[in-house]
Every structure is written in structure tokens, then in C-alpha cells.
């Protein structure tokens, strides 16, 4: 009995603790626990200033990351998928993850992102390779409306491509 309790307050601790890690946003929905980590972004930063400054820094990739999932929302290929969706949070956790692929983690100047791995986030939601493609071309437009060159848009197109792996459950 004695051990059941402990083991019980035990793991009420590191519930506390993952919650306490994880305090809900302003707007956003509560998750469930998980672990964080730089390493969820799915692709290793890309350290190259020339690159970053033409996405016109942090503010740049915060602007195009909300008109993508405006753009997503909006798209009626698509938004059916996005239709529960958590929009506050998944426009963070968007800008969070170009930022920190672009200019690396907060401590070298960039950003941590604080979401999910690409395999748990899209797990389930029955994403084709078109749906994918649709994706990468809203994002095109994000970026045409930024006025990023070509160049450093294909930049993070190369990162993004390998996570279609995690993001593409059927053909
Ligand atoms: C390389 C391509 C992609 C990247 C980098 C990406 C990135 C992300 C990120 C960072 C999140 C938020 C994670 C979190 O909440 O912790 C997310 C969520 C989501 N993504 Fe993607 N995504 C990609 C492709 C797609 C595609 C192709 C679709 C569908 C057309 C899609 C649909 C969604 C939806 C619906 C959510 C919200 C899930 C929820 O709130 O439960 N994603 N994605």
C-alpha cells in the first residue's frame, strides 16, 4: 500500500513537472505532456545569415508562417484537415520551427521549438502526397508575398522535403 502511494506521488511529481514545463499559452489549447526538444523540428539548422536575412529575420518567418496556415485554412483542397485544428498554437509552433531551422536555436540568436515531432503531429490525419505538395505551395506564395528570392526559398524547401517521410500517411 505504502509503495503504491509513493509510487502514485511520484508520479503526480513528474506530471507536475512536464505540465509545469509546458504552461498553456495565451489563446492556445492545453496538450498533452511530451517531451521537448530542438530535435522534434525534424531538420538541423541551417546557420547561414545571407539565408536568414532574406526571409527579413524572425519577424520575416513569423509573417509567413501565419499567412501559410491562413492560406492552409483558407484552401478548400485542404482545410478539412485543418478544421480542429489549434490555429494560436500552430502558428507558433510553425514559426518557432522555421525560425530555429534558419537561424538556429535561441541560444546562437534563433529560436527553440517548443512542439511536437513531425510523426506524432501528423499522425492520423490521412495526409497524401498532394496534400503535401498543395502544402509546399501555399508556402511558395507565403514566401512570393515576402519577397524572398528564389534561392533562399529553395533553401528551406531541401529542408522541409525529407519530412514529407513523417508527414505522408497514404499514397
Ligand atoms: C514539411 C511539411 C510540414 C511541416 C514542417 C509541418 C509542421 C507542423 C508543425 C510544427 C505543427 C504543430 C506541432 C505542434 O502542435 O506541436 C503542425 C501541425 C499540423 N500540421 Fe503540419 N507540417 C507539415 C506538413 C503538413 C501537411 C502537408 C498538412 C496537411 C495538408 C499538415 C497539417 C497539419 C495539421 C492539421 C496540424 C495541426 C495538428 C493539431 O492541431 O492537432 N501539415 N505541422
Do not use: W
Not at 541551417?46 to 539565408?51: H, Q, S
Not at 485554412?73 to 489549434?86: E, G, Q
Not at 490525419?125 to 498543395?134: A, E, H, L, M, V
Not at 522535403?161 to 500517411?169: G, L, N, T, Y
Request: hydrophobic share 40%; aromatic share 6%; glycine share 6%.
Amino acid at each position: 500500500m505504502r509503495l503504491i502511494l509513493a509510487a502514485t506521488a511520484l508520479s503526480l511529481t513528474f506530471a507536475g513537472v512536464a505540465f509545469a514545463q509546458q504552461p498553456v499559452p495565451p489563446g492556445e489549447q492545453p496538450v498533452e505532456p511530451y517531451v521537448q526538444s530542438n530535435a522534434n523540428a525534424g531538420a538541423t539548422p541551417m546557420r547561414d545569415k545571407a539565408v536568414l536575412e532574406a526571409f527579413h529575420g524572425k519577424e520575416g518567418i513569423a509573417r509567413i508562417t501565419s499567412d501559410l496556415v491562413d492560406r492552409n485554412i483558407a484552401d478548400p483542397r485542404i482545410k478539412d484537415i485543418f478544421a480542429t485544428a489549434d490555429v494560436v498554437r500552430l502558428k507558433r509552433t510553425l514559426s518557432e520551427q522555421f525560425c530555429y531551422i534558419l537561424a538556429g536555436p535561441a541560444s546562437d540568436g534563433g529560436c527553440d521549438y517548443t512542439g511536437k515531432d513531425m510523426s506524432a503531429t501528423h499522425q492520423y490525419q490521412g495526409i497524401t502526397p498532394r496534400d503535401f505538395n498543395i502544402l509546399v505551395e501555399n508556402l511558395q506564395k507565403a514566401m512570393d508575398k515576402e519577397g524572398v528570392p528564389f534561392a533562399a526559398q529553395n533553401k528551406l524547401l531541401a529542408k522541409l522535403a525529407p519530412m514529407s517521410r513523417q508527414v505522408i500517411e497514404r499514397r
